[in-house]
Each structure stands twice: as C-alpha cells, then as structure tokens.
C-alpha cells in the first residue's frame, strides 16, 4: 500500500513538475523567445516570404505564434478596431482603446503576433 501510495506521489510529482515547464503548454516565455526568433528570422528574409524553422519543434511553435496572440487578447477582453475612414463608428470607437488595425498592426493577420513581441520586449522581457 505504501509502495503504491508512494508512487502516485512521485507521479503526481512529476506530472507537476512537466506542467511547470510547460510540457503541456506553451509558457509565456517560450511564446517570447520562438516568436521573437521567427520575427528576426523575418526581418532576415525581407519579411516577403515565410520563415523557415530549423527544425519541428520550432515550427510548431512559431506556427502558435499569432493563434495564442489572438486567443489572449481575446481572454483579456481586447479587441480589434479600425480609424480607417471606411470603418463603421463602433469600430473607430474601438480603435481609441484597443488595438487599431489601420494604423498599429501589420496588414496581414498571420504577422500580427509581433505587435506582441514588440510589447513584452519594450516592457523589458517576459518575466
């Protein structure tokens, strides 16, 4: 009994421990650092073509780039406006206090993460 009670813990233990690190999930640091390694990897490549991982686990992760981007300001309650001039006022409304995508975001959506990297590395780095 005590063996197997033992063993639980060591894997429950473990289990912990994995989720800590993020085995599970992507850690908001690991979302820094393989979010800023693609979009300098794009300033590279002259930002006309899709960068190239150097191996699987990279481009898994730089493939979540913009869907976790998208997903936590969606949890945070953020939203996409627009000052264009053809927006309709909700949106131009929006744009004063969230993100406005005529003028602060990239045009095409699959770059939009970089508005995050950009952010945490001006707030000094994931912590």
Not at 22 to 30: A, E, I, K, L, R
Request: with cysteine.
């Amino acid at each position: 009994m005590q063996a197997l009670l033992a063993a639980v813990l060591l894997v429950g233990i473990g289990a912990g421990a994995a989720a800590y690190s993020g085995v599970f999930y992507v850690t908001g640091s690991q979302f820094y650092e393989a979010c800023r390694q693609r979009q300098a990897k794009e300033k590279i490549d002259g930002g006309f073509k899709d960068a190239e991982a150097d191996n699987r686990s990279q481009a898994v992760l730089w493939a979540s780039c913009t869907p976790i981007m998208g997903e936590s300001m969606a949890n945070a309650g953020f939203a996409i406006g627009s000052s264009s001039p053809q927006a309709t006022e909700d949106a131009k409304a929006l744009a004063s206090v969230c993100p406005d995508a005529y003028k602060e975001m990239p045009v095409f959506p699959k770059f939009w993460y970089t508005v995050a990297v950009d952010a945490i590395e001006k707030n000094g780095g994931p912590s």
